[in-house]
Structure formats: C-alpha cells, structure tokens
C-alpha cells in the first residue's frame, strides 16, 4: 500500500467515502472525448484487501485472504465464480464495517491526490474505472501503477458521457458500447455514430 494515501485514512473511524468525478455538465454534458486511455481495476476491493492483511492492519481475517487466495486459483468466468468473489468483500462489510471501509477510504485518498494534482486529463472516475485524456496522461499512470493493483488499459476511440454510470464509448474494435438509463443511451449513441461519420467524410477515422 501507498504510505501516503494510507496515511490519509483515519484507521479506527473510517468513513466509506465512494469517489465520482464527472465533466462538469454545464460545459461538456454530451461532449465526445477522443482517443481516451481507460484504466479498468480487477477485483479493486479484494486486492486491497490482500494489501491490507500483507500490511498487518487485519491479521484477524485470514480465513477471509486464503479464501481470495483459493478463488483466485480456481479463477473462472462462471457465474458462481463471480458471485462467491463478490460476496467476500459484502460478508466483511457486514461483519466489520469499520475495517472495510479502510478499503473505500484509502481508494478514496488515492483518486482525490490523483484529480487534485491532474484534473485537466481525469474525464471520468467512477469506483474502479478512470478514464484519462491520451495525452500528457503518462504521469497519471506511473501514480496508478504505484498502487501496485491490477488493471486492463485499453485505448477507447471515442467517449461521451451524460451522468454518473451514464455514457457510451467505442472499443479498439469499432464496437459501440453504453451503459445507463435507455433514453440517455439512445442519444448518447446518435451522437457518437453522427461524429463517426463525419470523421469518415474527413479521412480521420482512427
């Protein structure tokens, strides 16, 4: 773990904040970010925990680190996979709330230094997904490597956004993908197709 996002976090009163940075909507509500860089967090919470226990700051929860431990070394994609992964964080949340929410408070410290320091290239953080303008983005993803948690970066060819857990994107594939309410997902989706054709009408299709 990072000493100094550690150190951020009141050990024995924690809070459980849950951090969300979004464009602010008077300027860029619909606006289409090209050729962002997105970082994608595998299992954050449980990989902070196993960073957590190797610390000494759970050493009373072993039994719970050696069943992340097995889980991960019958990883699957089964749903009964996933749930039994997901549940563990959730199981330790209800039995000790304070100590699960060193989890959330130290995450929290770490993205508020992160957009306090880098704001003009964050787009988006939404829990375990940061989506960075691609240039001059390099130093953000040496402060995230410093976490020393694992990640799928992928480059995105076009990004738009509407409202938290609300926005639509192009793969490295040229798959139109979205997430969110329905209504927002149909316009977020025109929007995007309207500016792929105009970047093939002008020869700048990635």
Same mark, same amino acid.
């Given at each position: 773990?990072? +000493? ?44 902070? !925990? ?9 050493? #009373? ?32 949340? +209800? ?50 490597? #410093? ?16 409202? +938290? ?20 997902? +149909? ?13 093939? !009408? ?5």
């Amino acid at each position: 773990m990072v +000493k100094r996002h550690l150190d951020e976090v009141n050990l024995d009163k924690t809070s459980g904040f849950i951090i969300c940075h979004v464009p602010n909507p008077r300027y860029d509500l619909y606006k289409i970010y090209k050729r962002v860089f997105c970082i994608d967090f595998k299992h954050l919470y449980n990989n902070i !925990l196993i960073q957590m226990y190797n610390h000494c700051l759970i050493q #009373e929860e072993k039994d719970m680190i050696d069943r992340i431990s097995y889980l991960y070394s019958i990883k699957s994609d089964t749903d009964s996979w996933r749930r039994s992964f997901n549940t563990i964080f959730v199981d330790f949340y +209800k039995r000790n709330r304070n100590d699960a929410n060193i989890v959330v408070d130290y995450f929290f410290s770490f993205c508020k230094s992160l957009l306090n320091s880098n704001q003009d290239n964050i787009i988006y953080i939404d829990t375990n997904m940061i989506i960075l303008k691609g240039q001059n983005s390099f130093d953000i993803i040496e402060s995230i490597d #410093e976490l020393r948690l694992p990640y799928e970066f992928s480059v995105l060819n076009y990004f738009i956004i509407h409202s +938290k857990k609300n926005y639509c994107y192009v793969d490295g594939y040229n798959n139109i993908k979205s997430k969110g309410r329905m209504e927002d997902r +149909k316009k977020m989706e025109s929007n995007i197709i309207h500016h792929i054709r105009e970047d093939r !009408l002008s020869g700048i299709l990635y």
